[in-house]
Structures are given as C-alpha cells and as structure tokens.
C-alpha cells in the first residue's frame, strides 16, 4: 500500500507507466530478491540473481527451453525498471503490478513487430491473489505473472516467501511433467499452487468453527462473539481473493492467445473446478459462521433467562419466610404462642415451607 501511495505521486501524467517514469519513482526501504531457474526436459539451473542489469544483459543457455524469473519484494524500482526494458512490459500492465491492490484478471498484450506468424513481443498478464495463513492472521498478497513464448515472470508483493516451494521442487526432479511442457504450463502450475493452497486454510477455518460452536453452546462469552466476527471477515477476504479466481481460469481457458497452449487449457480445467469446490466451502463456512452469531445470542438470552429464573425463584422462596419474619418482628409485648422454643419452631416452620415450595415447583415442572 505504501509503494501505491509513491506511485500514484510519480506518475501523473497518465494511463499506464512507461520504464522510463520507473528511474523517477523513489524505492522503497526494502530489498527485492531475484531468483532465476532455467530448464529443459534434461536439465535445471537456479541462479539466485544479485546484479539483474548484468544477468538480463547475458544470454540464457542454449539448452533452455523455459526461463522463470521471480521478484520477491517490489521496493526496489530498479529491478522493475530492468525487467520492464528487457521484456518490454505494456505502461499499463507496469501500472497494475505498482498499483496495488489489483482484482485478479488476466489481459492479452501484443507487440508491434509479428515475425514468421508468432510476436516476439506478445504476453499474457495475469494478476492473481495468493493467501497465506500466517502467526498473525490471514495475508492476502498481489502477485502479476507475465507469460510469454518461452519466459514466466512473476512479482510478489512482499518478499518473506510464497507456496510455491512444491512447484520448485518439481522442476528440480527430472522426468516432471512440469519439466515436459512450455512456460505455460509453468504458469497452470503456479495458479494450481495458489489456489490449493486455500484448501488447508479453509480446513484451519473449519476447525476453528467447531471449537467456536462448541464454547458458544457451552458457556458464551463476549470474545467468543468477537472472534466469530473476526472469522467472518476472514472469510470475506478468502471469498474476495478466490471469486475473481474463478473468472481468471475460466478466461484462460476460452483465450486464444499464442503464448498459451491447448494442453494447459486443457489442464486448467482442473484448477477451474478446485476454485468451485473452493467456493463452495467457503459459502458453507460463511453460512455457518452467521448460524454461529445467531446460536451466541440464542444461547445468551438463555443463560440469562435461566439467571433470572434462579433468582426468581430465591425471591418466591424468600415470601413466605419475610412475611412470618415480619410478623414476629412486631412490637408486641404478648403473642399467643410466645414460649420458650418459640425461635427453633420459627426457624423449622420456615425450612419446612421452603422444601414444601420447591417440591411444588419441581412437580410443576418450574424447576
């Protein structure tokens, strides 16, 4: 949020941002990590990039078939800059990934020089939004993947990981069928990824629910009525970051564009039908988590009517014992009863009227 607020003060001239405006933006106090991995059907490089002008002046290897370069933290304006010269990036996909937060979408660029009926220049954009469940709570995080022919680039908005360890993993194991396939498979792999990883945050949330029901029922309190409105808006956010997910796979899949191939279409089938069950659980969860603040009321309305009907029931039994109190508490000099044991029979009359009135109230079904 910090870096849209030094973006929209650099750039004011228009639609978009060109990588010359980039060198005028200010950097923010963060260091961006640039990590390369290059592979082929036979082999994998990982270079972890620490001068990116020179990386990007340098030519990939021969042998490889699909280059993924990946930008953790966006405060250094200078690798941006860099990227967006050398892959000659849209102004208004450069604006996009600054200006956060964007809602997922996926937008088609084209180049000015189309050689031998492919464009060099031609690109995917997508932006997509990655969950993660961290100490603090739940983080959603802006992450833009640019797909060309054979080159993934991909900037995270913050830089203290990701849940793509698995598809790092896989491109390391030889024989992977992400190793098989072109860059956009790579993607299909990395929008996988994104979107399963909501799968154990909504297993988290599920358990959480069932705790919350069972102390609501047992004993409720205000923090628990606090932290089922803090589920909630959890929930919303889960349901912000996955609905437009949904639009995002299901226009991958109708795209005809060059850079991305009928075989990942095909695999992204996939991903469109965990998005669903995805909402679908979510929808349940959110429905759930409102029975929650309907059962909290309920069941404290029932604990104080339960309250009020004990002490009722302390004030019924006291009657009868006030008004005999009252009674011999007059200033008479003589009572027909007066005697000796006349305080131990007070005190017996009374115990007895109470078990009689409680005996009463339980055949009554009162108590």
Not at 88 to 104: F, S
Not at 200 to 206: A, T
Not at 272 to 295: F, K, P
Request: charged share 25%; proline share 4%; aromatic share 8%.
């Amino acid at each position: 949020m910090e870096l849209g607020k030094r973006f929209n003060k650099g750039s004011q001239k228009g639609a978009g941002i060109t990588p010359e405006e980039l060198s005028k933006l200010p950097s923010g106090p963060g260091k961006s990590r640039v990590a390369c991995i290059d592979y082929s059907k036979d082999q994998v490089k990982v270079t972890e990039v620490t001068d990116l002008k020179e990386f990007l002046a340098s030519h990939r290897p021969e042998w490889t078939s699909v280059r993924w370069i990946n930008v953790d933290g966006l405060d250094d304006m200078d690798v941006v800059r860099h990227l967006a010269d050398k892959y000659q990036l849209h102004p208004l996909a450069i604006e996009d990934v600054l200006h956060r937060p964007q809602r997922p979408k996926v937008d088609a660029y084209a180049g000015d020089a189309p050689v031998a009926g492919k464009d060099p220049q031609a690109r995917l954009f997508i932006i997509a939004r990655m969950l993660r469940l961290l100490s603090e709570g739940l983080r959603d995080e802006q992450i833009s993947i640019f797909l060309g022919h054979s080159t993934v680039l991909t900037l995270q908005e913050y830089a203290d990981g990701d849940v793509w360890d698995a598809v790092r993993q896989r491109l390391k194991t030889a024989g992977s069928r992400v190793r098989q396939h072109d860059a956009s498979f790579l993607v299909y792999s990395l929008l996988d990824a994104i979107v399963d990883q909501c799968f154990p945050i909504l297993e988290h949330y599920g358990d959480r629910l069932e705790d919350l029901e069972g102390r609501i029922l047992r004993r409720p309190g205000q923090k628990d009525f606090e932290a089922v409105h803090r589920l909630k808006r959890e929930l919303l956010l889960v349901r912000r970051c996955v609905w437009p997910m949904r639009e995002v796979i299901n226009t991958l899949q109708r795209e005809e564009h060059e850079c991305l191939s009928d075989e990942t279409r095909t695999y992204l089938r996939d991903v469109g039908d965990h998005a669903m069950q995805i909402i679908d659980i979510l929808e349940t969860y959110r429905e759930v988590a409102v029975g929650l603040s309907e059962t909290y009321m309920t069941a404290l309305s029932n604990r104080l009517n339960e309250i009020m009907k004990v002490l009722t029931m302390i004030n019924v039994f006291f009657i009868p014992i006030t008004f005999l109190s009252s009674v011999f508490g007059m200033n008479f000099t003589k009572f027909p009863w007066d005697h000796a044991h006349a305080f131990p029979a007070f005190g017996a009359a009374c115990v007895a009227i109470t078990i009689a009135m409680i005996v009463w109230f339980r055949r009554r079904g009162w108590l």
